[in-house]
């Protein structure tokens, strides 16, 4: 009977333990970015506001769930419970610091923990390496526009000094340099490293450098350290769904895999159907995404906000811009800011660019893109997209401010396509132009946006020719000579190449520059037209000297002809007794 009763309570004992869940399973839960778990699990030890550090972490893992509402909520509700702790302030002014606050306050706040915390005796005399921690996670976190990522190095590197097995501290250390941007990456890869060093299955190390290498474009070292991560910890979900994103956009079945995996290890919540639904969008299902999306927005998870990005996406694909504005605008109004990604505000500015007087809407939200995003090339491809909808609405002063941020955040000239597409989009825009009015202003900064490219790329043709087409579309009824000196700079250009093909270029130039100073030019006495026409046509001579040649013929006759205009012009003005005078076209 003894043996049967000592039985049951060493079962019951071990079923305690079993069941019980502690802080350090939720922190493992939020390590693996299942935050539904997490937050279940904060939410019972948190029952009550009696447990400090339970609340605190209940209120990070509705922060790393980008739910920032539902984490001030939380500690807004401790402290009015009457849970003045250490853990709760920390808490709350992380919160402050994400909402822009003042970092100043901030600071007090965590400096006042530090103090509450230290102990002044004893074998662990001196500062809490947890609440150490704390801080510089709460600087780690956010964009670099937000927080003080020195100040959160500081006490990081206290923390480590304290606690040194801690492989935590230095994710939130690399994170910190990450946030300093410049030249500080060497220091986060060390930061990252040092946390796989201490655990060498600590996935999450592994990770974080995989990402290093992924925003500089190093796919052969990204997968090294994402292998790296997997092999560390195959559960590790994260790694599956930065692998499904890297291959959404180039190989539809990869992401698959890829994705399946993620569900396999993620947690089952409204996070997994999202990216369920950006799968069949990806794959060109439309009807099916929308239904996944219909499918979210009727059961649980009807407040999820990406929903309405899914909604966007896959009306903008289908060729309804008036649901996709729609919705992506619900989407920036319901999400949390700091949740949202640069290929959000990019997306965003493709659907305003659709819209006649959506221009500057679209580059305000590429601008953000900008903004947001850390990797140059991105950057630039934003910035491109931008300079193209500028010219678009012939806003060459708008397109050359944005050609001069991509040359500051490129550090010298852009690659030659770059400025290729740009002035591409200035003369495909004056193309599509039906007006007739010219405006100066607008003429000359278009102009010298080519420029750039010509100046940029002088052994590169198309620079000249773009600059010449632009010209000669501006110049609507030929009378203002804006194409002159463009086809002079080309036709100098091209007088290097002896092929077939540059001759007849700079024949046809000619051709226009002859038409220009015989029947439009009004600048100049007639007599200087007549001569200056004659001038073209020996330099289409030289082009063609072969007598027998048409464009010989042609060029000769016509220089022929206008000399013997000019001679009869000369003898009228003298018999006239009349002075230089101007064309009388």
């Not at 790393?64 to 808490?91: E, R």
Request: glycine share 6%.
């Amino acid at each position: 009977m003894k043996k049967t009763i000592l039985s049951l309570v060493t079962f019951l004992s071990m079923y305690t333990i079993v069941t019980a869940q502690s802080i350090d399973d939720g922190k493992k839960f939020l390590y693996y970015e299942r935050y539904t778990s997490a937050k279940q699990v904060f939410e019972k030890l948190a029952s009550g506001n009696k447990d400090a550090e339970a609340v605190y972490w209940l209120g990070q893992a509705y922060l790393d769930a980008d739910q920032l509402d539902s984490a001030k909520t939380v500690y807004q509700n401790a402290l009015t419970a009457g849970l003045n702790d250490p853990w709760i302030w920390i808490g709350s002014a992380h919160v402050d610091v994400l909402q822009g606050g003042d970092i100043n306050a901030a600071k007090q706040k965590f400096e006042q923990a530090i103090t509450a915390t230290t102990k002044t005796k004893g074998r662990n005399k001196g500062p809490n390496a947890d609440i150490l921690n704390a801080i510089g996670r709460a600087m780690a976190d956010g964009p670099s526009t937000v927080g003080d990522p020195n100040y959160g190095i500081d006490k990081l590197k206290q923390a480590a000094s304290i606690d040194p097995q801690n492989p935590g501290i230095f994710i939130n250390l690399g994170k910190c340099y990450l946030k300093l941007g410049g030249d500080h990456g060497g220091e986060a890869f060390e930061a990252f490293r040092q946390s796989t060093v201490i655990n060498p299955q600590f996935a999450l190390g592994y990770y974080r450098i995989g990402l290093i290498y992924q925003s500089q474009r190093n796919q052969e070292s990204m997968n090294e350290w994402y292998g790296k991560a997997i092999n560390a910890d195959p559960t590790f979900a994260p790694v599956y769904l930065q692998y499904f994103q890297y291959y959404s956009e180039t190989d539809v079945s990869a992401a698959k895999e890829y994705l399946d995996k993620y569900i396999a290890n993620a947690d089952k919540d409204c996070k997994t159907e999202f990216f369920v639904g950006d799968y069949l969008f990806r794959a060109g299902k439309y009807q099916e995404s929308l239904a996944k999306a219909k499918e979210m927005e009727s059961g649980s998870c009807k407040d999820y906000p990406s929903i309405s990005i899914l909604y966007a996406y896959n009306y903008d694909r289908l060729g309804d811009s008036v649901q996709a504005k729609s919705y992506i605008q619900k989407y920036f109004a319901v999400a949390n800011p700091d949740a949202l990604q640069p290929a959000d505000y990019a997306f965003a500015g493709s659907i305003f660019a659709k819209f006649p007087g959506g221009e500057d809407s679209a580059i305000a939200y590429l601008q953000k893109a900008v903004d947001l995003d850390t990797v140059k090339d991105e950057q630039l491809k934003y910035l491109i997209t931008a300079g193209k909808i500028a010219a678009a609405s012939a806003n060459y002063r708008r397109q050359l401010a944005i050609v001069k941020k991509m040359e500051t955040i490129n550090g010298g000239k852009l690659s030659e396509t770059e400025y290729f597409n740009l002035a591409k989009a200035i003369t495909d825009a004056k193309e599509a132009d039906s007006s007739k009015t010219f405006d100066s202003s607008k003429y000359l900064i278009g102009d010298s946006v080519i420029m750039l490219y010509v100046t940029a790329y002088p052994d590169k043709p198309q620079g000249y020719s773009f600059r010449t087409r632009f010209a000669k579309m501006s110049d609507v009824d030929s009378t203002r000579g804006l194409a002159v000196a463009p086809i002079e700079q080309y036709n100098e250009y091209l007088s290097k190449d002896t092929s077939e093909d540059a001759k007849k270029s700079m024949f046809a130039n000619y051709y226009y520059l002859l038409l220009y100073y015989a029947q439009y030019a009004t600048d100049v006495p007639k007599e200087q037209e007549y001569q200056r026409a004659i001038d073209v046509t020996e330099k289409m001579k030289a082009i063609y000297p072969d007598p027998n040649s048409d464009e010989y013929k042609f060029a000769d006759g016509t220089g022929k002809s206008l000399q013997s205009s000019l001679d009869k012009f000369n003898k009228s003005k003298a018999a006239n007794g009349s002075g230089s005078g101007k064309s009388q076209k």
